[in-house]
């Protein structure tokens, strides 16, 4: 299960050519490298350089991390030091001292001190950070430029969307990071005031303040025709995405996604289907006339049940075998593990199926619970599953009485393959952090996703960032035109968050 879980920004490795040119040019003896009190100092020591010195390398417990950043750097000059970190969830400027000899210069940001060696304009830190081994590196720099933007949304604030004095709705988002490029698929609809589910699309762009610019939103995967009788005809939603490589109809596709479809208006037999793309925005095809879980040909079926829906996808092995989770509402409610190859999906062939156990799985007051709503990342540095899964009961005050309020992340242990999740062996999650309330200032946070690699992966094996659906209460819109659940489906909005693990 090998996957380049970096992908380098272009920026950074400019910054890394331009060092390098920079200290192999500086290298050689200068008058300043000999001076009457220091008649001894060997010919090829290179006296400490002010300014700025980027990011040469990080690794966090032998995890490379250095992809993560769209710039990182230190500015020393005159005893003062400033440190420069941007990257996903946002930028910041830690301000301190730093002393400095021809070997080694420290860095005192706060309470902490930082101790790099130094040697011809690189230097050199190993150490704890926050209990974690950390390695990193960073090279002088010469005419550096510090990065500068304005405009865009932080992480943590509403990332997009309409006004809400209409009645747009943007929720269930599944969200991959290439680069600095953050894409998302989400459930919106097409007219305001009219309740009917279309996939939405939009890039981001993560810029030098640590904001994200979006493009403006794209429908790209519609309900099937509405008399048509097809089983999404009625709601098309709750995307996921993945990429591996793929073939339909003698063409080849780059993205996979499993979406929830439905013909009915009552939130009742939802079945799960694919589609594919060769780029992000599409054009998305839909995969065959039936649903890959069939609801309405399988055992659990039963008119007044919820059926198949709300699926996670994981890329196996960044080609055509992946894992597709999706929840299951019938007898009892839960979420369905399935094992696929995908690479031909004429004909798809599912090698394995198991319900998920839920041995561990707690709620947000640490009550048994069960999976449910659930986005999966997988880590391949600790050779952990983990979700983000919603948390019930659900708060009833308000007027809002059918969405979450809090969001459990979990994790298992399962090694450096899936064969855990079909194997009957009795295993157990554990209880990573909740998005709450007090994290969100929301009273409803709701159907979250994990931000992932484009294969399905954690970005970074100790940050989770998530994104999630904030939505207001019924009773904070008393004059509401509309009434019925208007008064907080248009609030829906898109959010982000992030949980540091260890």
Sequence with gaps: MEENMRNKKIFAAACAALSAAVIFAGCGKTPADVTPDNPDKPADTE????GYYSLREKKVENADVTGDYLFN???LSGGEAIWYETDLTGRSEKSGKYTATNEEVTVEIGIRSYRFDYEKGTLTFGGKINKMNVNMSYTYTENYVLPSAEGGA?????????????NFY???PTALIEGDTMHVWYCSNEKSGNVTDFIAYRQGKLNAAGKWEFSEKKLVLSPSEKNSGKWDSRHTCDPSVVKGEFSYNGEKYAYLMAYLGCKTSDNTRNEVGLAVAKTPDGEWVKVGDQPIANFYTSA???ENRWGYGQPSLIAENGKGKVILFYSMGAAKTCTIAEEWDFSDLNNPVRLHRAELKERGVVNASGSQDCINNADFAYDPV????????????YPT?????WIAGSNTI????VGDNFDLLFSGETYQWEKVDTLTKDLTSSPRNHNACIVKSASGYLTNAYRIPVLYTAADLAESYPDWALGGQWPSLHTYRIHGAFFDIR
């Design 73 to 75: 750097c230190l500015y």
């Design 154 to 166: 932080a992480f943590t604030e509403e990332l997009f969307g309409e006004s809400k004095e209409e």
């Design 382 to 393: 600790r050779g952990k599953l983990y979700c983000i899964k919603e948390d019930g009961p």
């Design 170 to 172: 943007n929720y269930c």
């Design 47 to 50: 006296v400490f350089r002010e």
């Design 410 to 413: 979990l994790a298992l242990n």
């Design 300 to 302: 659990d079926y039963g």
């Design 397 to 401: 005050d308000g007027g809002v009485n």
